[in-house]
C-alpha cells in the first residue's frame, strides 16, 4: 500500500494527473517552489524560527543563524530576504572557510586602486556591491581576526571602509551571519571576536538537527517527493510515477539518524524519485535498507555503495547510454565514466 504525501506539512494525497499536460505540470512546479519559499516542518523548533523570521523581515538589523551542516541556514537566510523591505535587492551567500584568507577582506568590504601588486586594480566588495539587498556570511569563525574586528565597526557605524581606503561608503544592506556553532560558544572558544559577537547577537535563530525533531522527516521527506515529481513530470510532460512511500520506507525514515541533516533527507529523496520505476518508494529505493541489527557500513563503503546503485539505476534507465546518463546525474561525461570505472560498471551490460 502507498502512504500518501504530506501537504503543508501534514499528511495528504497527490493529485491525480490532468488531461492539461504540461500545462498542469507548470502550475505544479510552480506551486512547489512556493511551498519551498518556506520553512517545512510541525516542530516547535520550527515554529519558533518562523516567528523569529517573520520579526527578522520586519527589520534592518544583523541576524544570527546557528544549525549543523546540512540544516537549510541558506534558506533560512533567504527566508528572511524574501520577507524583507530588501526583497527587491540581490542575496548574496559568502562561505568564508573556503575562500583563501588573503581574499576574504577584499571579497567583503572591498580595495581600492594600487593598494598592493595583487590589488592593483579596484574591487567593490560585497558590502557595498549588494546594496539594498542581503548579504549572508557562513562559517563567520574562519573570518582572520583582523577582519572580524573590521566587520565588527562596520556593523556599528553603518559604514563599509574598503581596503586602502580613505573613505567610508554607507552601509545598506543587511548582514546574516551562520555557524554550526552557538555565538556564546564560539566567544568562548576565542574563535569569534566579543565586538563582532555584540553586533550579531540581536537576533539568533537556532535550528536543532533533525535528529532532535524527528517529527519534521516525513514532512520534509514527502515535500521533497512533491517538488522533485513536479520537475519530473514538467521536464518530461510525463506524470511522474511515484505515489508516495511505503510503510517500511517511512519507518526507515524516522528512524534514521540523518548525519548530513536535512541535505541529506532532500537528496536522498530526489535522488530517490528521479530513479524510481514503481509507484512507492521503498527502503532500498531511499538507500535506507540496512537493519539495525546488521553492523553499519563504514562511510568510505556506503558512498561505494550508492555510487554502485545510482550509476547502474541511470545507465539502465538510458540503455547503457553514458552521454545521456551522465547528463541525468548532471555530471561531465569524463567524471560519470571515471565513477563507473571506479566502480567496475560495464554500461553493454545495460544495452538492450
Known amino acids: 500500500m502507498t502512504t500518501s504525501f504530506i501537504e503543508s506539512e501534514t499528511m495528504g494525497r497527490m493529485p491525480e494527473p490532468t488531461s492539461r499536460g504540461v500545462e498542469s505540470s507548470t502550475a505544479k512546479v510552480r506551486a512547489a517552489k512556493r511551498r519551498s ?5 510541525t516542530s516547535r523548533a520550527i515554529q519558533r524560527a ?3 523570521i517573520a520579526v ?3 527589520g534592518r538589523f544583523p541576524v544570527w543563524i546557528r544549525g549543523e551542516a546540512g540544516s537549510n541556514k541558506e534558506a533560512i537566510a533567504r527566508l528572511i530576504h524574501d520577507q524583507s523591505e530588501w526583497a527587491s535587492g540581490d542575496f548574496f551567500a559568502l562561505d568564508a572557510s573556503i575562500v583563501p584568507a588573503a581574499l576574504l577582506a577584499r571579497e567583503l568590504m572591498g580595495n581600492e586602486r594600487g593598494v598592493g601588486p595583487a590589488l592593483s586594480t579596484g574591487f567593490e566588495g560585497a558590502l557595498t556591491r549588494y546594496a539594498g539587498g542581503t548579504v549572508l556570511i557562513d ?3 574562519t573570518l582572520p581576526k583582523e577582519l572580524q574586528h573590521a ?3 562596520t556593523l556599528e557605524r553603518g559604514e563599509v571602509l574598503p581596503v586602502g581606503g580613505k573613505s567610508s561608503y554607507p552601509l545598506e544592506c543587511r548582514v546574516i551571519g551562520s555557524s554550526c556553532h552557538s555565538l556564546d560558544a564560539l566567544t568562548t572558544e576565542g574563535r569569534l571576536l566579543p565586538e563582532l559577537t555584540e553586533r550579531l547577537r540581536l537576533l539568533e535563530i537556532d535550528v536543532p538537527p ?3 525533531r524527528r517529527e519534521d522527516i516525513l514532512p520534509i521527506a514527502a515535500h521533497e517527493l512533491s517538488v522533485r515529481a513536479a520537475e519530473i513530470e514538467y521536464e518530461s510532460g510525463q506524470p511522474c510515477i511515484v505515489r508516495g512511500f511505503s510503510r517500511d520506507a517511512l519507518e526507515r525514515l ?3 539518524t540523518w548525519p548530513g541533516d536535512e541535505r541529506e533527507l532532500r537528496e536522498q529523496v530526489r535522488s530517490a524519485v528521479g530513479l524510481a520505476r514503481t509507484e512507492e518508494l521503498g527502503p532500498e529505493d531511499l538507500m535506507l535498507s540496512w537493519d539495525s541489527s546488521e553492523q553499519v557500513p563504514s562511510f568510505r563503503e556506503a558512498k561505494r555503495a550508492f555510487e554502485h546503485e545510482y550509476v547502474t539505476r541511470v545507465l539502465r534507465l538510458c540503455n547503457g547510454n553514458i552521454s545521456r546518463a551522465a547528463r541525468i546525474a548532471k555530471k561531465d561525461r569524463k567524471d560519470f565514466y571515471d565513477v563507473m570505472r571506479r566502480n ?3 554500461p553493454t551490460d545495460f544495452r538492450s
Open 37 to 41: 519559499d518556506r520553512l517545512v516542518g
Open 50 to 52: 518562523r516567528e523569529q
Open 56 to 58: 527578522a523581515a520586519r
Open 139 to 141: 562559517n563567520v569563525e
Open 151 to 153: 566587520l565588527a565597526v
Open 210 to 212: 533533525l535528529r532532535e
Open 254 to 256: 524516522r528512524e534514521h
Open 344 to 346: 567496475v560498471i560495464n
